[in-house]
C-alpha cells in the first residue's frame, strides 16, 4: 500500500525527522548522512499543530518520520504515574502531527511499539505463530501500551501513515542504555521468554527505503523469528564476555519488583519480509549486525 505524494518521484529526498534527542532519531540523522539524504530535524513540539505547520514550512520535506513520544525512564512503569504527559506526547502529539501531515500531502513513517500484544491461545508461545498486522492489541497491562494500541487503532484512518511496529530494540551499540542487550545484561536477574525484537542496524535504512516507496499501513518492524533473554546472553557470553554469568526469575517473581506488566509476543514478519526479501532473521541479524562487530573473544 503506498500514498501517492506529488513529484516525489522527481524531487531530491528531504526528511523532516522528529525524535532529535532520542536513540531511533538519532541514528536517522546518521543514516541520512551516510546516504547524502538531506534532513533537518523538527524544533516544534508534537502537541503543538502551529508550530509543526511552521517546522514543514520552513524545512519543505519530502517525507517527515516521528521518532518522538514518551516510552518513560528508566522504563515504562514511568508512564504509570505520569499518564497526562503520556497521553499528550504518545496519542495527542502523534494524532496532531499524522493530521497535519496528510493536510501537507506527506507520508509520515512513525515508529510505533509491537508491545501491544501478548501471547494467547490463538498465539501460544513456542508455537511460530505470530500476530499478523490486521490482528487486534490484546495486552493494555501497561499504560505506555494502551496509549499505543489507542493511537495505532485511530492511525488507522490516514491514508498517508506508515506504522511500523518496532520490538525491543537492539543496535551494535552496545554502550546505549535503551538497547535490550545492554539492559539485560545489567539487570541483576531476567526472565526467559522467546520474542520478537527489532535489529535497528538492520532495519532502520529499511525505514528509509520505505519511505522512498511511499509505503504506508501498519508494518509488523521486527526480524523474523524469535529469540529468548538466555540465547541473547549466551551470544553475548560467546562473542563479548567469556565469563559473564546470569541468573533467572518467574514472571511471577517478575511482578513483584515492576509496577506494570511487561508485553511478551511474537509478530508476524512475513508482510515485511515479502518487501524485503533480503531480511535476516533474529538470530542472523543478531550475529551479524551487533555480536561480530563487537566481538571481543578471539575467534576459535
Known sequence: MGF????????????LIYGRTGWIGGVLGKLCEAQGIHYAYGSGRLENRVSLESDIASVNPTHVFNAAGVTGRPNVDWCESHK?????????????????????????????????????????????????????????????????AMVEDL?????????????????????????????????????????????????????????????????????????????????????????FTWKNFTLEEQAKVIVAPRSNNELDATKLKKEFPELMSIKESLIQYVFKPNRKTPVA
Not at 176 to 198: C, D, G, H, L
Request: glycine residues 6%; proline residues 5%; hydrophobic residues 35%.
Open 4 to 15: 501517492p505524494v506529488s513529484g516525489s518521484e522527481t524531487k531530491q529526498y528531504k526528511f
Open 84 to 148: 497526562v504527559e503520556t497521553i499528550r506526547a504518545n496519542v495527542v502529539g502523534t494524532l496532531t502531527l499524522a493530521d497535519v501531515c496528510r493536510e501537507k500531502g506527506l507520508v509520515l513513517i512513525n515508529f510505533a511499539t509491537g508491545c501491544i500484544f501478548e501471547y494467547d491461545s490463538g498465539h501460544v508461545l513456542g508455537s511460530g505463530v505470530g500476530f499478523k498486522e490486521e490482528d487486534t492489541p490484546n495486552f493494555i497491562g501497561s499504560f505506555y501500551s494502551k496509549t499505543k
Open 155 to 243: 492511525l488507522k484512518n490516514y491514508e498517508n501513515v506508515c506504522t511500523l511496529r518496532v520490538r525491543m530494540p537492539i543496535s551494535s551499540d552496545l554502550s546505549n542504555p535503551r538497547n535490550f542487550i545492554t539492559k539485560i545484561a545489567r539487570y541483576e536477574k531476567v526472565v526467559n521468554i522467546p520474542n520478537s525484537m527489532t535489529i535497528l542496524d538492520e532495519l532502520l535504512p529499511i525505514s528509509i527505503e520505505m519511505a522512498k516507496r511511499n509505503l504506508t499501513g501498519i508494518w509488523n518492524f521486527t526480524n523474523p523469528g524469535v529469540v529468548s533473554h538466555n540465547e541473547i546472553l549466551e551470544m553475548y557470553r560467546e562473542y563479548i564476555d567469556p565469563c
